[in-house]
Nanobody
C-alpha cells in the first residue's frame, strides 16, 4: 500500500502557474493526477506509467506537465497558463498496474491522496 499526500494548491490569477506536489511513501507505481469539480466526475489530466511514459489529456496538453523526483519520493504536476476552468480539487493516485488505455481512468487506481484545492480567478 502507498500513502499519498498532495500539497501546493492555492488561489491564483488566470495566466499564472502552480506546481502541485504529491509526497509518496513509494514511487514504484503507475501514478496520475486527477481533478474534480463538485457535481462532476473525476477527470484524469496526466498519468505516468512505471516505464516512464506520460499520458496527457487533450484538454490540458501544452499546459500540464507531470514529473517525479525519485530522491524525494515526490510526484509533481506543473500547471502553466492557468484558466478559471482549471479550478478544481486535484488528486494524486497510484496503483501497482494500470493498462495503458486506462491511465486517465479514475476507476483504475486503488490509492488516493486527500487532494489539494486549486482556485483560478479571472
Amino acid at each position: 500500500q502507498v500513502h499519498l499526500v498532495e500539497s501546493g494548491g492555492g488561489s491564483v490569477q488566470a495566466g499564472g502557474s502552480l506546481r502541485l506536489s504529491c509526497a509518496a511513501s513509494d514511487l514504484n507505481y503507475f501514478m496520475a493526477w486527477f481533478r474534480q469539480v463538485p457535481g462532476k466526475e473525476r477527470e484524469g489530466v496526466v498519468g505516468l506509467t512505471k516505464p516512464g511514459r506520460t499520458i496527457t489529456a487533450d484538454s490540458v496538453k501544452g499546459r500540464f506537465t507531470i514529473s517525479k523526483d525519485n530522491a524525494k519520493n515526490t510526484l509533481y504536476l506543473q500547471i502553466d497558463s492557468l484558466i478559471p476552468e482549471d479550478t478544481a480539487m486535484y488528486y494524486c493516485a497510484a496503483d501497482h498496474w494500470v493498462v495503458l488505455s486506462r491511465v486517465l481512468d479514475s476507476t483504475a487506481y486503488s490509492f488516493w491522496g486527500q487532494g489539494t484545492q486549486v482556485t483560478v480567478s479571472s
